[in-house]
């Protein structure tokens, strides 16, 4: 289901029902425009006297009449000057005064004499405005005289103000109007209507608004019609109200259709079947902001084309404006509700992008600038951003004070900082928030503190270790040399034979003993001074490991030591030099004979750790590991402080030297009295290993 309904296929489907239905509804509603003059309110109404059409009759006509009475009422009474409308007539006799002031080059002032001046000169003028607003007038009368003489027939009028009466027939008694099956009586500002349905018609305001307010008491109008009109117009209106409840349906219809497709267009818009990410099309590359002008602008244009061809051409022409510019609109929307659900409808503005690059740039000039390179750009941004908050000026100003306070205080920090650690506080650290210059030069400082305490640190550590060394190396050395030159005094003194052989194999073991430190000791300053030639080969690590487990076998079940060695099921290659790695391997190995538990497990794996391979040793030590793994890796160290065991305590520290030549690491763990040596060597490449 979710590959349908999120297909392209489907999608371009919806996409066309969405832009044919809404043709149609303009269409439909253009269509409703031209034959029923856009009156949708007919589907609510129950009665023809309920509607406007009803209204259109009668109220046009009383307005017609309410004018001509309360109004133009005769020619004569037009001709006296009765309906001429006096500001009109003075706004345009001022009009003429100013042409006579500045013709005369006067200036206005209140004076009997220039006023009587100005009207003999310009009486003919003045004559003619007066001529011209009568003239008007009585053509709207003779317009209004031929529109009411002009009623269809079947409506019967009579209007009188006690002088002027208007008539169409000889009807003049209000009893006579009121023999017909519908009828309005108006006398003065009382109403009298029939059927009663009419009021409650919400349209009789247009008849009867002009009659409410300020009609003269012996004012009467009289309308009826006769039972031929009405029912021809109650025909008529009942197949109206049929043809626009007919077009409301489709409309109806019209509209869900096109709103499911639409809603569905809004869910699967930018959703593929195989993942829930948005995917934008390469429309979303235009931003937000453009996108929203345009479809304003495309907008407004079909408004302006519709409107164009709904009053000066033909409405034939609405469907081929309206559905490439709704598609357009479509696409566009589209577009904007894609990043509304990608989150990126306020990133992807051209406003975003060109205000976040300027404040970008603004801020890598400032932090990577020197001090000179932003104190210019704050005098030049400043003022302007003054002149752009003029209205906040207060607020700009406490933030700038705010500012400066702030850069005040990092300043003064920085400087109790420095005296403290020129005191001697290395360990002190200067405390600057924020990425600015203040922070740039304390983190520099304190970088400089730290850097000097760590070089007090390790030349502390450096003084104790030779200390230790000088101890350690005497001590080691001493013990078998004061052994032979007593047992040297011893043999010269002594003349029985079976003593002398057995002084003479205590001299060859002492003397053993002080070779194998020595040469320990020249191996170890060789292989830290990196003079050993490494010659980087291709290795099986899982046979070299075999080989030399084989080598030491014997050595080892002197003291009851079990090995567990699974090789991996692949062959797994390491690029080292094979003699300084097995020399490594077999100082671990001679390490454990030395130190691990007598009858206990030796643990030995081989795993894939990204680009390097980790050989791992693990072992229980006979001794309390009582000192840190660090200082285990420092020469002459043992783990059995007493320095009772053979060891020289620089085997781990020649295999780490002899690793680190090779592009390896070593390091060692220790987790109660398990110990753990660990051996990083770098993989092979897959061409090599072929």
Known sequence: MKKFSHSIVLKCIAFVVLIAYFTLIIQTIVHVEEENKGDYEIVLQDNYFHGTDFMHESGFLV???????????SE???????TLNKDEYRFQLNELYDEYLDLADLEYMEDPEQDEAFTKQYKDEIAHIKESMIQSDLSTFHSLQNRIEQTTSGKFFYA??????????KLKDKKQFKEFPAYLIFEGQRRDVFPSEIDDDGYMYWVDGNLSNGAPKDQVIYLAFTQDFLDQHIFEWKEHKAEVTNVVYRLLAYAAVGLFAFIYLIVVSGRKPEDKAIHLHPIDRLFVDVNILLCISLSVFWFFLFDMVYFQMSTKWAAPITVPLTAAVAILLFSLIRHLKNGTWYKHTLIYQVVGHLFRFIGEVYKSGNVGVKTVILVIVYPLLIAATFFIFPI???????FTLKKVKEFNAIQTGVARIKEGELRHQIAVEGNGEFATLATNINSIADGLQHAVDGELKSERLKTELITNVSHDIRTPLTSIITYVDLLKQETDPEKM??????LDQKSKRLKYLTDDLFEAAKA???NIPVALEQIDLASLVTQGLGEVSEKMAEKHLEFRFQPPKQKIFIKADGKLLWRSIENVLSNIYKYALEGSRVYIEITEVEKDVLLTFKNISAYELNISADELMERFKRG???RTSQGSGLGLSIARSLIDMQRGRFMIDIDGDLFKSMIYMPKAEVDEEN
């Open 528 to 530: 830290t001074s990196g």
């Open 160 to 169: 009188s103000n006690g002088k002027e009466t208007f008539s169409n027939s």
């Open 63 to 73: 307005d017609d009449l309410v004018e001509l009475l309360q109004v133009y009422k």
């Open 76 to 82: 004569e009474h037009i001709l006296d000057g009765g």
């Open 396 to 402: 700009t100003i406490g933030a700038a004070a705010w």
């Open 640 to 642: 059995d402080e007493s």
């Open 501 to 506: 052989k057995g002084y003479i194999e205590i």
